[in-house]
């Protein structure tokens, strides 16, 4: 595990900020896979419960949140750190270390292929994990490119896919599945954690 160090938050936001404008047309998830996660949410995570609230986090262009409306029916907000995020639809600009008042013990579900851009992984997820409902998940990505080969002032934090999963135990959570998706648009598996209280 690595996690780069930045001089003070301002560099970090600046980081981001640029890495953000340098990649502003590229997509990182798929409309298939956030398809693949909709389906399990409507179906296989429990079915118990409606699906009325979710987040993305460090969405750039904000189709993930577009894509998890159009499949879910929920109200989906995206957050992005760079000033780029008011040009796009139910995003807004927001460092996703940090949740408002009224996210708390509220949101349905969170969705974040971003934790690699975390300068503090674990008070990050502490902080999604207190928007969640009792009932609900936070789905976290990890691929190939989130390891520290990857890492990098942008994407500060690397780690294996079993150091994701440890984290999540550490922070005192659930893995109550692993998913695994094979996109037709990327050249290797993508690995969902799927994270309960």
């Known amino acids: 595990m690595k996690i780069h160090t930045y001089k003070n938050y301002e560099e970090y936001v600046d980081y981001q900020t640029k890495g953000n404008k340098a990649d502003a047309l590229g997509q990182w ?25 979710g987040i ?21 907000l995206g957050t992005e750190i760079s000033d780029t995020a008011e040009q796009y639809p139910n995003t807004i600009q927001w460092d996703f270390h940090t949740v408002k008042s009224e996210w708390i ?9 971003a934790l690699d851009h975390s300068y503090d992984p674990q008070g990050c997820l502490k902080s999604w994990m207190s928007c969640i409902k009792k009932t609900g998940c936070c789905i976290l990505e990890w691929t190939l490119c989130h390891t520290i080969e990857h ?10 896919r079993e150091e994701y999963e440890k984290l999540i135990i550490d922070c005192g959570y659930k893995v109550k599945e692993i998913l695994k998706y094979k996109s037709n648009e990327c050249c290797h598996d993508k690995i969902f954690f799927i994270v309960t209280h």
């Open 29 to 53: 998830c798929k409309r298939d896979e956030i398809k693949f996660l909709s389906d399990y949410l409507l179906k296989d995570f429990g079915g118990y419960f409606e699906l009325k609230r």
């Open 56 to 76: 993305c986090h460090g969405t750039k262009q904000g189709n993930e949140q577009r894509w998890f409306k159009e499949f879910t029916g929920a109200a989906v």
């Open 105 to 113: 013990d509220s949101i349905d579900f969170i969705y974040s292929n």
């Open 151 to 160: 890492s990098s002032m942008i994407d500060p934090f690397g780690a294996t």
